[in-house]
């Protein structure tokens, strides 16, 4: 069975300063991983996912992350936060093949501080 | 242009009633899904369709019922609300190839009272 395990419930930060979100799964065949964000009262969106190819992904707002195949993570990192990326932040994966089914870790609260 | 909507944005309601939710996407996309999520923030899948044809069932009370008249639509209905189903429930869609994308919807917030 596949698992995502997001260690950090919340992350404070101040604004401008970098920030790190983790992200380990766990699965015995190849997967794709996701990153998604939510604001306050919205949907998820997308802002980058792995496929295959570089292991460095870049996605939207600046955020990029990078996917490490022997210790199992695909952490997120933006150089620079604004107040703006204050959000609730989903790491995913779902399987190369076979079910459509998206695994979505418990969620990484980012609060940035001015 | 929304690509995913859910009606209605809220929902208030007393324990025991039927209600339902609808979602309707504008994206061309085959495959629609229901997750909940609780205040906690945790998100889980509850259904998925493809092509009108269930093919995502999770553990979930029979009390919820999806229906997908056509591959742009799928509504959820709920019979018997109890406290627990207090929830946001999102609506999302896909192409069915693994690594696509899903696009939610802005989620339908739940209140069972």
């Known amino acids: 069975a596949q ?27 190849s997967v794709y991983l996701f990153w ?8 998820l969106q997308l802002l980058l ?25 695909f952490h997120l990192r933006k150089p620079s936060v604004h107040i703006s990326d204050t959000a ?7 399987l190369k093949s076979g079910t459509y089914k998206y695994i979505f870790g418990t969620g990484t609260r980012l609060k940035v501080l001015a | 242009d929304t690509a ?18 609808k979602c309707e996407q504008n994206l061309g996309h085959d ?10 923030k945790f998100l889980k899948i509850m259904f998925s369709y493809n092509n009108k044809e269930l093919i995502i069932n999770e553990t979930v009370p029979n009390r919820f019922s999806p229906k997908s008249p056509d591959k742009a639509h799928l509504n ?24 696509e994308t899903q696009y939610f919807g802005p989620g339908t917030r739940l209140l069972v009272l």
Not at chain 1, 4 to 25: G, H, I, K, M, W
Not at chain 1, 36 to 43: A, E, I, T
Not at chain 2, 4 to 21: A, E, R
Not at chain 2, 77 to 94: P, Q, R, T
Request: proline letters at 3%; aromatic letters at 12%; hydrophobic letters at 30%.
């Open chain 2, 31 to 40: 495959t629609m899904y229901w997750y909940k999520q609780d205040s906690k």
């Open chain 1, 49 to 73: 996912k792995y496929l295959s190819g570089s292991t460095l992904v870049k996605g939207i707002n600046g955020f990029e992350a990078e996917f490490n195949k022997s210790q199992t993570s």
């Open chain 2, 76 to 99: 959820l209905h709920i019979n018997s609300l109890e406290l627990g189903d207090s929830a946001v429930y999102f609506c999302a869609s896909s192409q069915m190839a693994s690594g």
């Open chain 1, 3 to 29: 698992s995502v395990t997001q260690l950090d419930s919340q992350v404070p930060v101040f604004e401008e300063a970098p920030v790190e979100l983790r992200c380990n799964y766990s699965s015995s065949v």
């Open chain 1, 88 to 94: 609730e932040y989903f790491c995913a994966v779902i």
């Open chain 2, 4 to 21: 995913v909507s859910q009606t209605p944005k809220y929902l208030v309601t007393q324990m025991g009633n039927d209600k339902s939710i």
């Open chain 1, 36 to 43: 998604y964000v939510q604001y306050p009262n919205q949907g």
